[in-house]
């Protein structure tokens, strides 16, 4: 069983950064493919970037340019640095492990953007 706990989440200004951590314990972190999703409220969840375990990435175009994801997987870890954010940023960020099929979910860690 995989188990991520975001972390990093919080207020901002417009045009600020904040940067997510996601642990993942269990499992063998190197295998996963990792991945950021959001949600606001009224929306349906969407991917925001996703980084493979060979390390290719993959972003949403409303990110591209201002977010970055990456991992350490000497620490279990995935980030995503975000920049320049936006209110439209606002959401509650998800950390997504995957392999084979397979999804693991975190808790969720709220980014609110003010303008």
């Known amino acids: 069983q995989v188990r991520l706990v975001e972390s990093g989440g919080g207020l901002v200004q417009a045009g600020g950064s904040l940067r997510l951590s996601c642990a993942a314990s269990?499992?063998?972190?190197?295998?996963?493919?990792m991945g950021w999703y959001r949600q606001a409220p009224g929306k349906q969840r969407e991917l925001v970037a996703s980084?493979?375990?060979?390390?290719?990435?993959n972003y949403a175009d409303s990110v591209k340019g201002r977010f970055t994801i990456s991992r350490d997987n000497a620490k279990k870890t995935v980030y995503l640095e975000m920049n320049s954010l936006k209110p439209e940023d606002a959401a509650v960020y998800f950390c997504?492990?995957?392999?084979?099929?397979?999804?693991?979910w975190g808790q969720g860690t709220q980014v609110t953007v003010s303008s």
């Open positions: 980084i493979s375990n060979g390390g290719t990435t």
């Open positions: 997504n492990a995957n392999q084979l099929g397979r999804n693991y």
């Open positions: 269990g499992g063998i972190f190197v295998f996963y493919g």
